[in-house]
């Protein structure tokens, strides 16, 4: 085949447009593709590379891109509306953001890692049981519940003094923060102190009578103590003596008791809390034991000392009406004991004194008053045995007794029978023995037989 000089050259210069001009531009667009796929695929690394695969947010924080990103990249917005999730729930979230057309998603957790907080409430209290941590703080503030509990366990308030308290407070996520509570411990031992209780007379069948009248309680760091008046024992209606407790109890439970007497009497026995007539009971007191150093044995029964009081006041005090004070027993045996005489109750008074001082239990009994001042009748109730007898130390005569005799230890039944007139209110004093024990006893000689029927 021939080829002409002028085909040679037109193929020539196809070849040299080609080389020079077409050529060049194709190979740099095939360079700039691959330049801007390098780039773009470099871009998206970067983008995932800044974007935080797991992101933990505090309780209630707000949530903004600047959480998944080390570096925001441009035209990045949320998909996920993130409006709509609550932070104040803690929970977990799928969370996908468009980066300039590229999507990229992120785990959000809403954690809490903050711990509570609290201000502490200073204490200041006796020793003893400690108080409840929870009250030991206030405006506590979580956006959990929190517990609160003693740091270090109960604390031990027994010795008293001055130091702080740890308090643990920890909400539901295991935060916890230790708040140190100043305490000031008061260690208190010592009692509260009452004064002014004294026996108290009062007359049989009263209404009623003023237990805390006078009495003062006082305590070392107890502003008021508490005073309780036990008078659940106190008859008034019924002749006898009574116990009377007063208990003083202050804030930590120390507590003083005192027992008194209430004396239920059938006449208007002197009060015993002047000084005046104290000194004259106790002047009463010691002329009785002068007597009894003289007539007492070591080892006499209780009923061998209350013959031998009776026999010795019967045999010892003459009877003459209206002798002696009859509004103070004690000024009346005083009186019996230096003058050795008196009527019914100057004996009585005597006989009273006597058994108070061996520690004999004795009442009064007054005969029931008919008329005038000239029926009173005096004599004992005594409690012998175990039982509560009749007892007269007044003489009395009758055509068996020319030489006279008096009442030991005598029933109801037998008493009223005696000479003169024994009468008396009886549902006013204790319950009185019934068997008889007269045949045991020699009110002439003065003297119990060994067979006394003891118990």
């Known amino acids: 085949m021939i080829v002409s000089k002028s085909g040679k050259k037109a193929g020539f210069v196809i070849l040299k447009i080609l080389g020079l001009g077409v050529l060049p531009l194709v190979a740099g667009a095939l360079l700039g593709i691959g330049a801007a796929y390098y780039l773009y695929t470099d871009a998206i690394n970067t983008i995932d590379r800044e974007c935080l695969s797991q992101v933990d947010i505090e309780y209630g924080h707000p949530i903004t891109l600047d959480c ?33 057309g590229h999507v990229v998603h992120s785990i959000l957790n809403v954690v809490d890692r903050t711990a509570p907080v609290a201000t502490a409430v200073p204490v200041k209290m006796y020793s003893g049981k400690a108080p409840e941590p929870k009250t030991l703080v206030k405006d506590v503030f979580d956006m959990t519940d929190v517990h609160c509990e003693y740091n270090d366990g109960e604390p031990d308030l027994s010795k008293g003094g001055k130091f702080n308290v740890g308090v643990r407070l920890t909400d539901t996520s295991g935060n916890y923060t230790v708040i140190d509570v100043p305490f000031s411990i008061i260690k208190d031992t010592k009692a509260p102190e009452i004064f002014g209780t004294h026996d108290i007379d009062i007359l049989v069948g009263s209404d009623s009578v003023s237990y805390r009248e006078g009495i003062i309680v006082t305590d070392d760091y107890c502003e008021n103590p508490v005073l309780d008046i036990d008078n659940s024992q106190v008859n008034l209606n019924v002749v006898g003596d009574y116990p009377l407790t007063f208990t003083a109890t202050d804030d930590v439970g120390n507590k003083t008791t005192v027992t008194t007497t209430v004396h239920v009497v059938v006449i208007d026995n002197a009060e015993m809390t002047s000084a005046e007539t104290q000194a004259y009971v106790e002047e009463a007191y010691r002329m009785a034991e002068d007597i009894l150093d003289d007539i007492l044995a070591d080892d006499d029964t209780d009923v061998e000392k209350a013959m031998k009081i009776f026999y010795w006041v019967h045999k010892n005090i003459a009877f003459i009406l209206s002798t002696p004070q009859y509004d103070n027993w004690a000024v009346a045996a005083i009186n019996t004991f230096t003058k050795r005489y008196s009527s019914c109750y100057g004996t009585w008074a005597c006989c009273k004194a006597m058994l108070d001082v061996v520690g004999i239990e004795n009442l009064c009994v007054v005969r029931e008053r008919s008329g005038g001042w000239e029926n009173w009748h005096y004599w004992a109730l005594v409690k012998l045995n175990g039982e509560w007898y009749h007892c007269d130390a007044q003489k009395y005569f009758n055509d068996y007794t020319p030489t006279g005799y008096f009442c030991f230890m005598m029933t109801d039944s037998e008493i009223l029978r005696a000479p003169t007139n024994h009468n008396f209110a009886q549902d006013q004093y204790p319950e009185r023995a019934t068997d008889s024990v007269q045949g045991y006893i020699n009110v002439y000689q003065g003297t119990v037989s060994s067979s006394f029927p003891y118990v």
């Open 68 to 100: 998944f990103f080390t570096v925001i990249p441009p035209n990045t917005e949320f998909i996920t509306n993130v409006d709509m999730i609550d932070t104040g729930m803690l929970a977990t979230y799928d969370i996908a953001i468009d980066c300039g």
